[in-house]
Antibody, heavy 121, light 111 residues
Framework: EVQLVQSGAEVKKPGESLKISCKGSGYSFTSYWIAWVRQMPGKGLEWMGIIYPGDSDTRYSPSFQGQVTISADKSISTAYLQWSSLKASDTAMYYC??????????????WGQGTLVTVSS | QSVLTQPPSVSGAPGQRVTISCTGSSSNIGAGYDVHWYQQLPRTAPKLLIYGNNNRPSGVPDRFSGSKSGTSASLAITGLQAEDEADYYCQSYDSSLSGWVFGGGTKLTVL
């Protein structure tokens, strides 16, 4: 079974750093792009960026460029999303998702269960 | 404001048919990029519902169907059931942004 399992919920203070993870299993981790998607409380889905674990090629949404860093460790089939200095506005649920690329089409499946990040003083 | 526009909410009685629209532009849906749909049940992660405009993954009932025309797409749900109550999101690719875009989501209420 293809699965993405994310790290647990985090509660942080403004200015702190954070790295959350997404571990893939049941498929060749290095052969599929992994995306990160933000969902702020009561809001919709926003694509943040994407990484190809095979060579760590990374792309960012203009809205998130410079705000977060996406990385991967293919030796342990894990992708990461990190912040160097959190803000209260980073409070959200963060999902990772595998990109399927087939016949020119690109969609996300499956999704991780989500990591809730709460930033509060 | 999302790049793809969806109605905030739709509703229908059990057994009825509802549709959810997704309107884009010439840099995404109108450019020929495919549309995909996700269902997000309360307090759960999104789940793929329709891929490639009108294809259902294994396990998705044939009550769900998708279509695309011009700069818009639609998700149709027939024989509405209480368990269909969820948020639905469309997704495509945008060449101007060089990235993936989502609709703002539509909350389906089963009356």
């Amino acid at each position: 079974e293809v699965q993405l399992v994310q790290s647990g919920a985090e509660v942080k203070k403004p200015g702190e750093s954070l790295k959350i993870s997404c571990k893939g299993s049941g498929y060749s981790f290095t052969s599929y792009w992994i995306a990160w998607v933000r969902q702020m409380p009561g809001k919709g889905l926003e694509w943040m960026g994407i990484i190809y674990p095979g060579d760590s090629d990374t792309r960012y949404s203009p809205s998130f460029q410079g705000q977060v860093t996406i990385s991967a460790d293919k030796s342990i089939s894990t992708a990461y999303l990190q912040w160097s200095s959190l803000k209260a506005s980073d409070t959200a649920m963060y999902y990772c998702a595998r990109l399927i690329h087939s016949s020119g089409m690109r969609w996300f499946d499956p999704w991780g269960q989500g990591t809730l990040v709460t930033v509060s003083s | 404001q999302s790049v793809l526009t969806q109605p905030p909410s739709v509703s229908g009685a059990p057994g009825q048919r509802v549709t959810i629209s997704c309107t884009g532009s010439s840099s995404n849906i109108g450019a020929g990029y495919d549309v995909h749909w996700y269902q997000q049940l309360p307090r759960t992660a999104p789940k793929l519902l329709i891929y490639g405009n009108n294809n259902r993954p294994s396990g998705v009932p044939d009550r769900f169907s998708g279509s695309k025309s011009g700069t818009s797409a639609s998700l149709a749900i027939t024989g509405l059931q209480a368990e269909d109550e969820a948020d639905y999101y469309c997704q495509s690719y945008d060449s101007s942004l060089s990235g993936w875009v989502f609709g703002g989501g539509t909350k389906l209420t089963v009356l």
